[in-house]
């Protein structure tokens, strides 16, 4: 049986585990943009938060993916559902990007914009999400798209403590020595990788201001 | 002077004093009156505290000693948010919003003053057409548009909701010479359509001469001299003759409003 | 003449719509959200049941033997879900309704799952943990299929005749003069090597050595080690020539092999329980260990090999 029949066989099987990969990537993604954004905002505003914001998702980062989902794994409310534990663990190694992107994005929005803005009149706010948000918009995107690719990769390795996803597929095939099963997770991940990186790349040329 | 309301100053300058807060001082017992309706250009090389003095006004910055005092109250005691709003600001460059049409960058304070879509686009009308710009740039964004139209766009951005008083910060220092010299012009017809209270800064003397009622020369965070022009030309004020020198021929022309 | 520019104005510029930046942001939010909605908590498999099994033999024959029985007896169709990587993630699957029964052991769900002490005899064992599975986690056991794969200390068949010996208590006394291997598992579990040790007194020379469970086996019978932590099911244990020490103190938990169901399955579908409650007491530790050899030894199809089984017994044309 060929790789695409299949595919095809147990297509039922492969669409479920790759929605239970795109809602691992999707709410960890989600979570680190609402966390990581304003995150960003403050450091980019008050330099002192700098060090300590963009030091800790450094060191977050370091740490090796299956260690960290060994760490979490005794932590009681944490532990009890991996999807939820794989969940938090996504979202803290997407912080990182998010951040420095979205720090490097505001830094980055011409000075002379920004105080033309102020001199007329804009209130902090007004200034955040009419002026510097929308002029950042292109970088901090590019932070979410290289958050969205390591998700999908990182997910993968979630399915061995049980979250599911696609790795499911690559784990089971590794313990049978069967290269269907590899293929029929690592494909479709690949291709969510890549459709990712190209849609949310595309979304970013659009947003690039002149 | 006696103090009316009819001869007290738009914007008053007590004694006013800038330190950074590493302690360098950058102005220091700055007192001047800027009247009702006039263009008081404010003269000085970098690092004199032209814009400085202009940041202070709108509260861009906040005096650390003395008061600033815009239309009989102190900027202190007044919401600041309300100050700017109420006082046209142009830089260099025009600081447009990249992100934004020439009409939407015209049309923000407005906007965000709360005016209905209907008055903020007439006005936006009205106000290219007063500085000279053609009306199908209305849709066209600032990468778009030459260095004098992106200054003609700040300069109606500014203008937008009314302000009484202007700031304008070497706002024709990056454009070659001859757009600056028609924008030159223009200014000094608008302003006398319009009559606003005008602070210029600037390093040019020859601009200083043309645009300014009064020149308020600085140099080291202090106010050297105020003169008229022609008082300026005749000055035998030591920096105010350097300057004069320095610039050579044709001020007359200059201080005479360009009418050679 | 200002209504027609007005609406010039009113045209979507597809930059125009930059300005907040929450819309781009909100549109890409829902675009995320879409489609996991399709795989909220509620498991999105009703017409089907999802078997599962954990990564070794006896796990996959169990496993197949379920999805066989519940597909001769039932009109659902069945999903195989094999080899998943151990006891925890087959509970997480379970739990998150991702498969809806797999085969455990009764040793192990109180042990590893339930986080209890062992004590008590199978009866006992298999009473707490279906109560506890029913009233703490959502899921329930079908009865137990028969066989008890619980640890098997094996030695080599000519030591055992040699000495004579016929349980640990016995071989206790020759430990200091042996060589113990065990797998990973073993070495960790609490109610592994350290338990026994302390239960019947063990002392080796030296250290035990450690090695996959694939490779214990060939390593006593080639004289590495000389007594092993096995699986009393082990198919390679009469075709090597292996005897099977007898835990007369009693010190080895029970490990029933029983099928755990997700509750909501059993409600919606009396069927399946009823095809797996015919199952109960249906395989002795021997037969077991036959299927493990067909498979291990003989590297036969699990699909073949569980057939003849369910025909054997009957319950299959």
């Known amino acids: 049986m060929n790789f695409f029949h299949f595919m095809l066989q147990n297509h039922e099987q492969v669409l479920e585990l790759t929605l239970e990969h795109l809602w691992l990537v999707g709410v960890s993604t989600l979570l680190a943009v609402v966390v990581g954004i304003p995150l960003g905002i403050m450091s980019a505003h008050w330099p002192v938060w700098n060090k300590p914001v963009l030091g800790t998702a ?29 969940i938090l663990a996504l979202t803290l190694y997407a912080l990182l990007p998010v951040i420095r992107n979205t720090y490097t994005g505001i830094r980055g929005v011409d000075r002379a914009v920004v105080e033309a803005g102020r001199g007329m009149g804009l209130t902090p706010g007004q200034l955040l999400f009419q002026v510097e948000l929308p002029l950042a918009l292109s970088v901090i995107l590019s932070g979410v798209r ?33 290269n269907q099963l590899i293929l029929a997770g690592a494909i479709p991940a690949a291709i969510l990788a890549l459709s990712a990186d190209f849609s949310l790349g595309w979304l970013e040329k659009r947003l690039r201001p002149r | 002077m006696e103090r009316t309301s009819a001869n007290s100053p738009e914007i008053e300058f007590r004694d006013v004093a800038y330190v950074l807060p590493n302690g360098q001082p950058l102005l220091s017992g700055l007192n001047l009156e800027v009247q009702r309706g006039e263009t008081l250009v404010l003269l000085g090389r970098s690092g004199s505290g032209k814009t400085t003095t202009l940041k202070l006004v709108n509260r861009l910055l906040t005096p650390t000693g003395g008061e600033v005092w815009v239309n009989g109250t102190p900027t202190a005691a007044t919401d600041v948010i309300g100050l700017r709003r109420s006082i046209g600001y142009v830089i260099q460059d025009a600081g447009l919003f990249p992100h934004y049409t020439v009409e939407r960058n015209i049309g923000l304070v407005p906007r965000i003053e709360g005016w209905t879509t209907e008055r903020i686009h007439l006005r936006v009308a009205e106000l290219m057409q007063l500085v000279g710009l053609e009306a199908n740039l209305a849709k066209r964004y600032p990468h778009q548009l030459s260095g004098g139209q ?11 909701a009314d302000p009484a008083i202007l700031l304008m910060d070497e706002p024709f220092g990056a454009l070659d010479a001859l757009t600056r010299d028609q924008l030159q012009r223009e200014f000094l017809s608008l302003q006398q359509r319009l009559g606003k209270t005008v602070v210029f800064v600037t390093h040019d003397l020859r601009e200083a001469l043309r645009l300014g009622s009064r020149i308020a020369l600085m140099e080291s965070g202090k106010l050297v001299t105020i003169l008229s022009p022609q008082e300026f030309l005749r000055s035998t004020e030591p920096l105010a003759a350097a300057y004069v020198q320095a610039f050579g021929d044709g001020l007359d022309s200059a201080a005479n409003r360009g009418m050679s | 003449m200002a209504g027609e520019t007005i609406a010039a104005t009113m045209r979507p510029d597809w930059r125009e719509a930059r300005r907040g930046v929450l819309k781009p942001l909100q549109s890409l939010g829902w675009l995320i959200l879409m489609a996991p909605l399709l795989t909220s908590c509620a498991p999105s498999h009703s017409d089907r049941i999802v078997i599962g099994s954990k990564n070794f033999t006896e796990s996959l024959i169990l496993g197949e ?11 659902l169709k069945v999903e195989r879900r094999f080899y998943l990587a151990g006891t925890y993630i087959c509970q997480q699957a379970m739990l998150a309704g991702r498969i809806d029964i797999y085969p455990e052991y009764t040793g192990t769900a109180l042990t590893a799952i339930l986080k209890q002490k062992v004590g008590g005899d199978k009866a006992e064992v298999y009473q707490r943990v279906k109560g506890e599975y029913e009233a703490r986690l959502g899921l329930t056991l079908g009865p137990p299929f028969g066989f008890n794969d619980t640890f098997a200390m ?13 349980t640990l208590s016995q071989a206790a006394a020759f430990a200091p003069q042996w060589r113990a291997g065990f797998g990973y598992e073993f070495m960790e579990r609490p109610d592994g090597y350290a338990g026994l040790a302390a239960a019947y007194g063990l002392r080796f020379a030296t250290p035990p050595r450690v090695m996959d469970l694939g490779l214990l086996a060939p390593a006593l019978k080639n004289r590495q080690i000389d007594i092993a932590a096995g699986n009393a099911t082990d198919g390679l244990i009469p075709a090597l020539d292996l ?51 067909a498979l291990d030894g003989q590297h036969r199809d699990v699909k073949d090999v569980v057939h003849e089984f369910l025909r054997s017994k009957g319950l299959v044309q």
């Open chain 1, 58 to 86: 450094n060191i977050i980062q370091t740490i090796p993916s299956l260690a960290l989902f060994g760490f979490l794994l005794p932590v009681p409310w944490l532990g009890d559902r991996a999807d939820r534990l794989a």
């Open chain 1, 146 to 178: 290289v958050a969205v690719v390591v998700s999908v990769g990182l997910a993968t390795i979630a399915a061995a403590i049980g979250a599911g996803g696609l790795g499911e597929f690559i784990f089971r095939g590794l313990a049978m020595v069967n």
């Open chain 2, 150 to 160: 992106r200054q003609r766009v700040g300069v109606a951005r500014a203008l937008a």
């Open chain 3, 65 to 75: 033997l379920i999805a066989q029985q519940i597909e001769t007896h039932t009109h």
């Open chain 3, 154 to 166: 094996e030695i080599r068949g000519e030591d055992a005749r040699r000495l004579n010996l016929k």
């Open chain 3, 243 to 293: 005897f099977v020490l007898e835990d007369d103190r009693h010190y080895f938990p029970p490990y029933e092999a029983v099928a755990v169901i997700r509750e909501q399955v059993e409600r919606q579908h009396p069927d399946v329980a009823e095809a797996i409650a015919e199952l109960g007491s249906k395989i002795s530790d021997q037969e077991m260990r036959q299927m493990n050899y």
